[in-house]
Nanobody, 121 residues
């Protein structure tokens, strides 16, 4: 079994910063791409940022220049540093990883249960 557990969600004022983290555990051989998505109330889920195992990153236009994704392969952890937060960044943030489990030859996508980020004064 594989679990991804997020932490770091909180209430923050506009212009503030927050750092989310996510750690994977279980019978994991390797993790390919990891990333973060978010879902605001009444809106569709949006892919925010991704990072490959080698460290190549991609960002949604809405967060480029403000958010930074990073990872530690040895500890199966991915972070999302969020700066200059705006009220429209309010959402539940979900971590995901394309995980190759022990004994398998292909990856499967696993998701965390989410952590709430609220940007409000």
């Amino acid at each position: 079994q594989v679990q991804l557990v997020e932490s770091g969600g909180d209430l923050v004022q506009p212009g503030g910063s927050l750092r989310l983290s996510c750690t994977a555990s279980g019978t994991i051989f390797s993790i390919n791409t990891m990333g973060w998505s978010r879902q605001a109330p009444g809106k569709a889920r949006e892919l925010v940022a991704t990072i490959t195992k080698k460290g190549s990153t991609n960002y949604a236009d809405s967060v480029a220049g403000r958010f930074t994704i990073s990872r530690d392969n040895a500890n199966k952890t991915v972070w999302l540093q969020m700066n200059s937060l705006k009220p429209e960044d309010t959402a539940v943030y979900y971590c995901y990883g394309n995980v190759i489990r022990d004994g398998f030859y292909y990856g499967q996508d696993y998701w965390g249960i989410g952590t709430l980020v609220t940007v409000s004064s």
